[in-house]
């Protein structure tokens, strides 16, 4: 089928884009961000996804993908008009949808026969209904006729070609059978479950997986806060929960808070879209309010390693939101930054992928080549990412070169042993101490 992807460069656009010409649709990836569409053409990708850029390579060779920023000549030659626009949080928790509105205003004034309009950006539940409609009042020629469906997206950062090409479950809102018989054409390579509902029930579907998630990582992390104040070991509890099928272990890791494009932006629009509907939202909102307290905690923690000693040199290991992405956006590691940066701690970073940060973070942050640079001369190391390589530090080396040997895992990804018999003092989240202050004094040593 003839697909157009609008918002086709972005993180969703793109991959499904690509996604789309593997299953041989013929597909244009429209975008007004001209820079991109012409890295694109040129084979630069904007993000970095395992498989991305091969796949690509695959379709564009096969001439299933077009990149362009002319939205009317994509919005012409298509069929299905696929809008990925970025959906980000407004005020008060609001979602801005001025992407889509533009967007949906190209479409109203470039349509010249029947379209299939397939939201994928994520929504507040009842935009599909107000899209129908501004699409119908904004209609340039009258004769053309249209649907709107709702298809969310749930691919992940980091597994993301894998996600769309193998997803669980596709997720349709139509309010037609004409429009969910096209969907389901489009989709009926994928071996996967097509679920067909309203567009509100889709759109809220998206919402309550998301929000679900983010339940599960705040819960752990509440969990592992009482775990450390009664000296229990949260990796003991998770081992005797895990194996409940009705828990199971995905989404259940304490650590520094989501993070990342998503959750926190899409926790906070339902929590808006409940309240505007007068339902009660305090679970959420206590999801939310946890998140915030995860940063807090690791302040304190750091703070309280410090508070003895003058120097008061930081490193931070880790600033994408998860590994295996270079994407940082509302990552923990720069949140946590901006706190340290309040209290005036000398701040050295170091990621294995992100090579620089927001212009107003860049000047106050050095950057190190490695994470054994970043430990030369510091105070108290702390492990924001779970990247490999961290996983496999020399801690002997790390106490060597550290000058108080202080790691702060808010991973969890290294032995609390393993550090114990290196001579570190280590803070896990959750996660039992096997040193105290004294011993930290006798181990501390000046590089
Ligand atoms: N990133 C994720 O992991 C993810 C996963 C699932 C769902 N989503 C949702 O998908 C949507 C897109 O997210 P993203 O991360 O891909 O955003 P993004 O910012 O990476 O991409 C959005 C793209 O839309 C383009 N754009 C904006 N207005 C346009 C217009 N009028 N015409 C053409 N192009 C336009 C931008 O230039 C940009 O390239 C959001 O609603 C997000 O919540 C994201």
Redesign the pocket.
Known sequence: MNVAI??G?????LVTGVGLAAHNHQVIC????ET?INGLNNGILPIYEEGLSDLLSEVKARKKIHFTSN?SAAVEASDIIFV????PEGKNGETDIS?LV??LK?IANNMNTYKLIAI????PVGTNEMARKFLQSNLKNHSCSFDVVSN??????GS?VQDFLSPERIIVGADSKKAADMMKKLYSSFDTPIIVTDTKSAEMIKYACNSYLATRISFINEIAEICEKVNADIHAVLDGMKLDKRIGGLYLSPGPGFG???LS??IKSLINTGVKANANVNLLKSVMGRNDVQIMNIMHTVEHELAEMDAKKVSVLGLSFKAGTNDTRNSPAIRLIEKLIEKNYEIVVYDPVVKQLEDVLNPQVTFSKSADEAAKGSDCLIIMTEWDEFKKMDLKSVYYRMRTPVIIDTRNILSVEEAFKAGIRYSGIGTRKLQNKETMKVYRNIV
């Open positions: 609008i918002g460069t972005g993180y969703v656009g429209a975008d007004i961000n991109k939205i990925s626009v970025g959906t992407q533009r967007a190209s994928k950006s994520t929504v969310p997206e749930f691919l992940r950062v993301a990342g494009p998503c932006k899409d």
